[in-house]
């Protein structure tokens, strides 16, 4: 049983990935050719899940936006870990005034939201994807960087790491040989977990407009799009609600997954 929300998270995933790299090369309809004529159309076996209020195809516009969602969510992810888990590390090993100046910078950040960083950016830079990517990205190092900080100092009063210092080994040795591969399965539970927030915010800031431009497939715009025709017809706002659902679900039972195959304390109760 404790398999099922692996595979079920990965199947979930994986449905989603499929559908962005299908996008590539194929999708049934030009995802921004507007049909007036079409406009509004329920599901059909020409248009699977029906059309917009301008005619387009929903099917196709959610199988790009997957691709938006997706690439928004690596970057972001990959950011927040090059920058946090490294801050984590040092903060965790070089005890003192560093490492607490370190705790309080990410404590400040952790207090920003990333809503507030991205209508910042907005106002510097414009909106777009980029924009959105940055504050999502800067707003999850703190996460990163907390994380990383409590999962290395637990290891670091493990008996081996004193045995380590004890044959005079550097304490850059002992965070990439003895601490970062001990901290390695917790990061990667905390970046699918990190994925998921990543793609709610990214939809929250696509609802917002203050993400991709409006020739951009994304499910937040979409949302909003479909909100203004919502009691004509509810598939332009459902279809894209049920796409966040289900990444997010996806990524939430892969990193739920992932702790319950890597955490020792788990695997004893199998």
């Known amino acids: 049983m404790r398999r099922l929300s692996l595979i079920m998270g990965l199947a979930l995933v994986g449905l ?14 030009d995802p921004n050719l507007v049909r007036p004529p079409d406009r509004l159309l329920g599901p059909s076996w ?8 301008m005619g387009i195809d929903l099917l196709s516009r959610l199988m790009v936006g997957s ?3 997706l690439m928004v969510g690596v970057i972001a992810v990959c950011l927040a870990i090059v920058v946090g ?24 950040m952790f207090a920003l939201p990333a809503l507030l960083l991205a209508i910042l950016l907005v106002a510097v830079r414009g909106a777009s994807v980029a924009t959105a990517t940055w504050a999502i990205g800067i707003a999850t190092v703190p996460v990163f960087v907390r994380m990383a900080h409590a999962a290395t100092l637990s290891v670091m009063a493990q008996d081996f790491i004193d045995a380590a210092r ?19 399965p917790i990061v990667g539970v905390q ?4 994925f998921s927030s990543a793609i709610l915010a990214e939809a929250g800031l696509s609802y917002l407009g203050l993400a991709a431009p409006a020739t951009t497939p994304t499910w937040g ?11 004509l017809t509810a598939w332009p706002a459902l279809a894209p609600g049920l796409a966040i659902a289900v990444a ?11 702790r319950d195959q890597l955490d020792p304390r788990l695997r004893e109760f199998r």
């Open 16 to 29: 989603v990935v499929a559908a962005a790299a299908v996008s590539l090369v194929w999708t049934p309809y």
């Open 221 to 231: 715009r979409m949302m909003r799009d479909g909100q203004v025709d919502l009691f």
């Open 46 to 53: 020409s248009h699977w899940l029906g059309t917009d209020r």
């Open 248 to 258: 997010v679900l996806g990524f939430n039972l892969l990193g739920d997954g992932l």
């Open 85 to 108: 888990v490294p801050l984590g590390l040092v903060s965790g090993i070089r005890r003192g005034w560093l490492s607490q100046l370190l705790l309080r910078v990410s404590d400040i």
């Open 166 to 184: 004890s044959c005079g080994t550097s304490s850059a040795a002992i965070a990439l040989r003895h601490v970062l591969p001990n901290i390695a």
């Open 191 to 194: 970046a699918s977990a990190s």
């Open 67 to 69: 691709r938006t969602t």
